[in-house]
């Protein structure tokens, strides 16, 4: 599908007579109808909850917007805990769905009263010493190992992932050890967890998952006896980084885990369990954008671009090869004739946010937008060769823009060492 920035060139420059390049923008309007999709998607479930991946993009004005929308929050971590908190969100709007566990995080966890989310079944004991006492819902999560994939159109494989190799969850023994074991701590109700596959661009990622999930779910409630109360799909839903991707159909994906739920759950007598999401890439990535000022071209054994952003704005490509669409504001429409790479100015090669790309020409001065940072754009960021984090900014459905985080000054860089001794 064609991919068409949510800013224009006009707006752009209005914001940055303000708040100068680089800065990841969001566009609210986009944020709540997604949201709204997603929940409608999922209505036939009556104990339906989203809840947001906060390490995607953790900024309380969008947790904000999101709970607005009905959401919850997934954590991983004590910062994260106190990032809900400092939003007024707590109990079981909550889901700490963490691995690794450090004490404070667990103890910070059942504190706010969240869901909590057991990664390894050593976490049953540790629960025990650790906790004053045994919440009375707990969560495990699932790994069923081996390799895990989706065919789509000819028997294309269109979702490969390895979770035999992954370090997260349990087996389905250790799952049913947990659950006996909890049920004689005192746990009343249950929930199971997993996460497959990332980025999919298939529709039935989640209704396989589900189908997985649902299995599970029946044959650990015949063998321990204990009731489950919700199953969390957790993320993985993907967007169309590509223009030549398909866009996930959130409509169509819901209806295809109700029909899971009636086949294999209703007649169990399990239509009581609520369905659980950890979205974080699909609630935020298309709704988010980094925008930054060409400041620097160069010709030698190919064309350069040279950007204000670089890698520490927006690790994805570095890291992973991401593509990520490029628009050069104001010239929509002209032609893709000219092949660039486009670069940040870290001391890396891998510094760049594209290579071999068509575009229109670029001058210097020109507003690159960078698509779908939305969610583990900022999130990622660092300060590798001293370079500072962006600010953020919210675009308002009436059109308005708010900065919701400031960018980072060198007196935040500084500020982890006492350099009052040294002369800078
Ligand atoms: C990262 C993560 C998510 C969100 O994944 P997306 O790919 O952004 O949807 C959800 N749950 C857990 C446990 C995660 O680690």
């Not at 989706?150 to 979702?159: F, T």
């Not at 779910?217 to 969390?232: D, P, Y």
């Not at 660092?382 to 953020?392: F, H, I, P, T």
């Amino acid at each position: 599908m064609e991919k068409k920035p949510f800013l224009t060139l006009e707006k752009a420059k209005e914001i940055i007579k303000e708040i100068p390049t680089p800065f990841h923008i969001y566009d609210e309007k986009g944020i709540r109808e997604n949201a709204r999709a997603l929940n409608k998607a999922f209505s036939w479930n009556k104990g339906y909850k989203e809840y947001f991946a906060v390490k995607a993009t953790p900024n309380p004005y969008l947790m904000k917007i999101l709970e607005d929308e009905g959401c919850g929050m997934d954590c991983s971590s004590y910062t994260e805990l106190m990032l809900c908190e400092a939003c007024g969100i707590s109990g079981s709007d909550i889901m700490f769905s963490s691995n690794v566990t450090p004490v404070e995080d667990m103890q910070k966890a059942y504190e706010m009263g969240a869901y909590i989310n057991l990664d390894d079944y050593t976490h049953v004991d540790f629960i025990k010493r650790v906790l004053p006492s045994v919440p009375k819902t707990i969560c495990c999560r699932y790994n069923p190992g081996g390799v895990f994939e989706l065919s789509g159109s000819e028997d294309k494989v269109q979702v490969m992932d390895t979770p035999g190799d992954s370090k997260y969850g349990m087996t389905e023994e250790q799952m049913e050890k947990a659950f006996i074991e909890l049920k004689e701590l005192g746990v009343e109700e249950f929930g199971i967890h997993a996460f497959l596959a990332s980025n999919t661009v298939s529709n039935e990622y989640y209704p396989e998952l589900a189908g997985i999930l649902f299995e599970l779910a029946v044959r650990l409630k015949k063998k321990t006896g204990v009731h489950i109360k919700f199953i969390n799909l957790s993320g993985g839903v993907g967007v169309d980084y590509k223009p030549e991707e398909p866009r996930s159909d959130i409509a169509y994906i819901g209806e295809g885990v109700r029909k899971k739920y009636e086949k294999i759950l209703a007649p169990e007598g399990m239509d009581d369990v609520s369905i659980f999401t950890e979205l974080g890439r699909y609630m935020l990535a298309p709704f988010g954008a980094l925008v930054a000022t060409a400041i620097h071209e160069k010709h030698i054994y190919k064309d350069y671009i040279g950007l204000d952003a670089c890698a520490a704005n927006l690790m994805r490509p570095a890291m992973y090869g991401s593509y990520h669409h490029i628009t050069v504001l104001g010239k929509e429409n002209e032609k893709c004739d000219h092949m660039y790479d486009v670069t940040g100015g870290l001391c890396e090669n891998n510094d760049k946010f594209a290579i071999d790309r068509m575009l229109p020409e670029i001058e210097i001065g020109d507003i690159i937008y960078i698509h779908d940072t939305g969610a583990h754009g900022f999130s990622m960021g660092y300060n590798y060769n001293g370079k500072l984090r962006s600010a953020e900014v919210l675009l308002g459905e009436d059109g308005s823009f708010k900065m919701i985080r400031r960018a980072e000054t060198p007196k935040d860089y500084f500020i982890t060492f006492d350099y009052s001794e040294f002369d800078l």
